[in-house]
Every structure is written in C-alpha cells, then in structure tokens.
C-alpha cells in the first residue's frame, strides 16, 4: 500500500489488512490487541481501564474528545491502552469539567492516535476474522510489510498474564467516594465498616468507590499476594477485581482463590477478571471470545430480572467445565448465551462478568455491591 501523504498514519492488522488515516495524539508505533467498544460515552473511562491494558482500542461512536479530559473520570493513574482508533475527533473540549484537550491529553500520555478510519469497516473485520493484533504507526520510517513482520513476532492475547503490569506494588487503603448524585442516593452505611481485602488484578477507581458507598474499609493488595497477607487483615470479606489478558494465566490468582476458598469461609465477590478466576479456582476452564464483549448496553440474565450492563473481556468461562455439584449459573449474556454471572452452592462467593458499579454505563447491576454487602452482615452476625 502507498501512503498519500506526509502526515498519514496507518494500521495493519496481523492477516496483512491495511487501514489509512491521520495522525493525532503521541507520534510513535505501538502494537497490540484491536478490540472495539460500542459505548457512546465514556472514552476518558475507557482509555483509563487498567483491563484495555496492551490493546489499541477502536471506538464506533464517530466523534471522541469533545468533552476534554478531566480530573475526576479517570479509572486509572494513566491511560492503559496502547492506541486509540477513530473515525473523527474534536480538539474543542465543550464541557464546563474540562480542563484539557482530548488530544493534548493523549501527547502528555504518549497515547498514538489515528482518526478518519472507516471505523464501521475495521468493526465488520474483526466481527467477522476474530480480534487479533495490530500495528498502529504514525512513523513514515516504517513501512506497512515492515510492520506486518512484526506482528509476526508477536505474541496473541491467549496465555498472557498481564495483571502485575497494571496491579499496584504496596499495599494501600481506600476510603473516600465521588460524592455524585447516585451515591447520595443508596442508603450509606452508618454502622461500623466492613473490613474487605480487594486483590488488584487490575482495579479500577469507580469499584474502589462504590465498596467505600456502601460501607467498606478497603485494604487493596498486589495480585501476587499470598492467603497470609489476606488474612493478616483480618478482612470480612474478599473482593477479586477486573484486570487485563487471559485468566487462565493468572496462576497465582487462581491458586490464592482457590486457598481462600478451601481454608476459610469469608464471602468473596469478583468481577470480570475476578469472576473468572472463581470459576478456575473451583476447577472451570476459560476460553477466548471471537471479539469480546465490550460496550455500555449488554443485557444480562436468566428467568428472573434483566439488567443492561456495562462490560468489558475478551475470555469466558466454559459452562460445560463448571461443576454442578458446587456452583449455580446465574446470569448469562443474552446476546450469545455465554456465563455472565455464578455464584457457589452453600457458599457466600459469587461473581459477575460486567461492570456494576457502572463508570461508565447503566446503574442496574448496582445491587450486587449490595448482595456482597450483606454476606459480610451475614457472617458478622454468625461471629457474634
């Protein structure tokens, strides 16, 4: 493919397809994983998700970055992602929370843009072939065929553990929460805090937040923990949280679940990342979607109530791997019927493959903050 012009970029995916546009944010070359979100807001969200951790993120809503960047909606400390594709963007921030451009944001991040893609056309590619890696350069010094060999070099997704690239390396406490018109809502616990020990596969701030709504003390620990440093806590419960690349992967993850499953009687509440290491944990396997499920509007259940949800993975657990004799099936995806929420037989664990505490996204799943909340309850009132 011949470029048109001195100020292109391009991306190449790794079965040689080529896509043209125009440069923005950082200049540079970045490759990893091209997954698309759907979401129609919440870009700032999306970029900070510490679970977009090595992916260049293509967004179908046509135009981002007209509401700037602000101080207050990031999930993370940085963006995570690699790149970021679309089909347009604003420069003109127009939004009284704004206190940078977009793209002024992106080159202090050293975040590599493209715009003027046919975004509907890379989505229907990746719908139809499978997400797969990329190569996203504004650099004229390489060519397309020079990155497609390095794509070649490249490791896929599946058998990555990518959760101590994002998960912190000290163990710190949270206790504070945006005090938004939703929160103000719930009924804040008056009561003495729940103790919770939440394991940082990947954490993003606007769980943090909503654990401390509802009540937590929250002691967040590094994904290579051991059981002793759990316990050293004394935690009532055990939160197990989102992170980035393949479940099955995250040997230590699973093995700490799994000792924490079988030595004590905590209850234990995970999501995405955490959801699927439950699964492992009680013997389940994972396997790799075709595209993942990334989006604000994804509705989830069985025969009982519907809640549209926010989500964001690229694995599932295999609903023919989990054992009947120990855990329930509570939710699947209703798009594709895959698992979307379990919870163990006579055991105070559950776990869901979405976002409840909806940052960005619909408030239905808000409840199951709610449901970790009173199993602690339970097991306080079972200790006294």
């Known amino acids: 493919m011949t470029l048109l012009n001195s100020n292109s970029a391009f991306l190449v995916l790794s079965d040689g397809t080529v896509f043209e546009g125009i440069p923005f944010g950082h200049n540079g070359t970045v490759i990893g994983e091209v997954v698309f979100n759907t979401g129609m807001t919440g870009y700032q969200e999306v970029l900070t998700d510490p679970s977009y951790f090595g ?22 400390s940085h963006p995570s992602v690699k790149g970021i594709i679309v089909r347009g963007f604003s420069n003109i921030p127009s939004s009284w929370r704004s206190e940078k451009s ?16 046919d975004t509907r056309a890379l989505v229907r ?22 990155l497609l060999q390095k794509l070649k070099e490249t490791s896929t997704m599946e058998g990555l553990d990518l959760a101590s690239n994002v998960s912190t390396n000290k163990i710190y406490s949270w206790n504070s929460f945006c005090e938004v018109d939703f929160d103000q809502r719930i009924n804040i616990h008056k009561g003495p805090p729940y103790k919770v020990v939440a394991v940082d596969f990947g954490i993003k701030k606007s769980i943090l937040e909503r654990l401390v709504a509802y009540g937590c003390e929250v002691n967040v620990v590094p994904c290579d923990s051991n059981i002793s440093n759990i316990l050293e806590a004394s935690p009532e419960g055990v939160f197990l949280s989102n992170g980035p690349g393949d479940p099955a992967a995250v040997k230590g993850g699973i093995k700490l679940t799994k000792k924490l ?4 009687r905590l209850p234990i509440f995970g999501i995405c ?50 054992p009947d004799d120990l855990v329930e099936i509570t939710h699947l995806n209703l798009n594709d019927k895959t698992v979307a929420g379990i919870s163990l037989k006579n055991r105070p664990i559950f776990g869901v493959q ?31």
Request: net charge negative; glycine share 12%.
């Open 55 to 76: 992916q260049l993120v293509t967004f179908t809503y046509p135009e981002i970055g007209n509401t700037g960047i602000n101080p207050f909606d990031s999930e993370g």
């Open 102 to 117: 977009f793209e002024a944001w992106l080159k202090e991040e050293e975040v590599v843009g493209i715009s003027g893609v």
């Open 273 to 322: 990342l955490g959801h699927q290491i439950i699964g492992l944990a009680i013997g389940g396997t994972t396997f790799k979607l075709g595209y993942g499920h990334r989006g604000l509007n994804h509705p989830c259940g069985t025969t009982g109530q519907l809640e549209i949800t926010s989500q964001n993975h690229g694995f599932a657990l295999d609903p023919q791997s989990l």
């Open 125 to 146: 590619h990746i719908r139809s072939f499978g997400a797969m890696n990329g190569a996203l350069s504004s650099d004229l010094s390489f060519s397309p065929s020079q």
């Open 261 to 264: 499953i079988d030595e004590t």
């Open 354 to 384: 979405y976002h409840p505490e909806a940052s960005p996204g619909p408030h239905d799943a808000d409840h199951h903050f709610q449901r970790f909340i009173s199993l602690m309850e339970d097991r306080r009132k079972c200790v006294v």
